[in-house]
């Protein structure tokens, strides 16, 4: 990988650390996330839930609230239809129980994705209509590409509120109320990121604020800080940036989750080998608690999660944590046949290729994108995964690297694939398996004529050059401030020079541990490298590193830890 030192302004550094009482590497690490004028610094610092904005500003969401509230007055019927995701299962889940505070009884539906596929379409739709017809549907994370969907529940008599973050290649749906910051709100708004599980948060406060100007008792009872372990949960496995109101939903939400209340959650927790009052970072949401969710919706039907997060009793949630649980060792199996398979595939065949478009009919549809996302780090180049040979087509998820944007990179290749969509690094999609080379030299051609020099090089950028005196738990507390970390705000990159690794030992075959001394410590600093085990270092030898810097705790103590990611 190519390192990228950080230029710094040391005057503007220098400000920030004596007026907020900082070490100079964490007033670097502002500065450099540009941080640069004294009130950012200290919402950012300090993100409380008075920080976030009013919600009857968000686009159409007054019209949101009013046709709920005239719902609630007639006690209509409705009819919540998710998603099989994170964002959608915990968008489903604070809905329901939220209407239901209110005397509402509503049904919910989520799509099989094996055989329904992603979002409102026909077969769902027939499905979810199955036990009669709704006075309204509530679509949370999707609807906004459904236009002809959306037309046809209009055909029926069916009122349609969309919340959904997505946005739109086709037209919008006519003749609903759709709530999305992507559509109708300036680039500006604080909430202009939220997934679909924060856009339901924003709704219920609207909701609240509306209903107790109007004297509702209920309403003035009802604490939307218990939703908020719900929010922290799809926000994190959604990957959207965590910065404006995503940040203050997280930081809070973390909190909530830290101190479990809800059942299902706390099952769920124990299943991962997550004690109840441990610190709960971004990391155990993205790789022990979101798997397990993902995990049902991907091999089976997302119902079950839903049912756990909704439930109170300990049996039934502990229960169903613990089938969820299967499903994920079930999912991780597949998972790792497929990629192993997959891999075959590239060192047999495709060395040479810029992109990666690889398929076997019997490879499951729903970890595909895992696989992809594996191959392609693990390749460093853009990457189509294809399986589950159905009436003809395969279905498979696409991952990119940085600077390649696969959107862009599909709409040249469109006329190969009968359907997709998705964002700059990961997209979804359908073809034909007949035409997969055609997509295959297609999808290749147009990256030789975008990158005529080659792709885009792996990169990683450094955020501060420290010396070992600066690794201090003073610093691991200021780091803390600066969490939660994830897209938009990662976790800082430290770049040390010079300095001498001991004992140096393989832990097993992909991954080494090592320590290393500092000035004015009795004890060394513990360290870890994943997945560098073949590049391992001599002991005594005198290096440069790239690590992060962060607490670790096993068994109920916790210390200091380096975990290496790249040495020179």
């Known amino acids: 990988m190519r390192w990228i030192k950080p230029s710094l302004n040391n005057g503007l550094a220098k400000q920030l650390e004596q007026q907020h009482g900082i070490s100079s590497v964490a007033a670097a690490l502002l500065v450099n996330r540009g941080f640069t004028d004294a009130d950012l610094v200290e919402k950012f610092l300090s993100p409380g839930l008075q920080g976030l904005g009013d919600p009857l500003n968000v686009g159409n969401m007054r019209d949101a609230v009013a046709m709920v509230e005239s719902a609630l007055l007639g006690q209509q019927s409705i009819l919540i239809f998710g998603d099989y995701d994170v964002d959608g299962v915990t968008s489903t889940v604070f809905l329901t129980h939220f209407l239901r505070q209110f005397g509402l009884s509503p049904r919910f539906v989520v799509p099989k994705r094996l055989s329904e596929g992603y979002g409102l379409s026909q077969e769902s739709l027939q499905r979810a209509l199955a036990d009669g017809k709704p006075d309204l549907l509530i679509a949370v994370d999707c609807g906004t590409s459904s236009h002809a969907e959306i037309a046809w529940l209009r055909e029926q008599g069916i009122k349609v509120l969309i919340l959904d973050h997505h946005t739109s290649k086709e037209s919008l749906p006519d003749d609903c109320v759709l709530v999305n910051p992507h559509v109708h709100d300036e680039d500006s708004v604080p909430w202009k990121n939220l997934c679909s599980v924060g856009l339901v948060f924003k709704f219920c ?46 930081k809070q939400g973390l909190k909530r989750l830290q101190r479990c209340r809800r059942p299902g959650i706390c099952a769920l927790m124990e299943v991962a080998g997550i004690s109840l009052g441990d610190d709960i970072a971004p990391f155990d949401i993205g790789f022990k608690l979101g798997p397990r969710i993902n995990a049902s919706g991907r091999l089976s039907d997302a119902e079950l999660p839903i049912q756990l997060l909704l439930n109170d009793d300990w049996n039934r949630c502990n229960e169903a944590a613990r089938a969820l649980d299967s499903y994920n060792k079930e999912r991780q199996d597949i998972e790792r046949a497929i990629t192993e398979s997959a891999e075959q595939h590239v060192e047999s065949r495709y060395t ?30 853009p990457a189509l995964i294809l399986g589950s040979d159905a009436d003809g087509q395969l279905k498979g998820s696409g991952r990119s690297i940085e600077g390649v944007d696969l959107v862009e990179v599909l709409k040249q290749c469109s006329d190969s694939i009968v359907q997709w969509g998705g964002h700059p690094m990961a997209v979804g999609l359908s073809v034909e398996s007949a035409r997969v080379d055609e997509l295959r030299a297609a999808f290749n051609q147009v990256l030789k004529n975008n990158f005529p020099e080659g792709l885009p090089e792996s990169t990683i950028r450094i955020d501060a050059v420290v010396g070992c005196s600066d690794l201090t738990e003073q610093l691991l507390e200021e780091l803390e ?77 916790r210390g200091p830890r380096l975990t290496m990611l790249d040495w020179r």
């Open 352 to 381: 040479d290729d810029l992109g990666l478009v690889l398929h076997e009919s019997e490879w499951h549809a729903g970890v595909v994108g895992i696989v992809a996302s594996r191959i392609s780090r693990k390749f460093h180049r």
């Open 205 to 250: 406060h609207a909701f609240l604020k509306i209903m107790r100007q109007n004297g509702d008792a209920l309403a003035e009872q009802t604490d939307l800080r218990e939703y908020l372990d719900l929010v922290a949960m799809g926000t994190v496995a959604d990957l959207v940036p965590l910065e404006g109101e995503n940040r203050i939903l997280v």
């Open 481 to 557: 401030c600066l969490a939660p970390y994830g897209q938009g705000n990662p976790e800082p990159v430290f770049m040390l020079e010079q300095v001498t690794l001991q004992n140096v030992y393989p832990l097993g075959n992909s991954h080494f541990k090592f320590q290393m001394c500092r000035p004015g410590c009795p004890y060394p600093l513990e360290g870890v490298a994943w997945g560098l085990g073949h590049k391992k270092p001599e002991a005594g030898t005198s290096v440069d590193i790239l690590a992060k810097y962060h607490w670790h705790a096993w068994r109920g103590r």
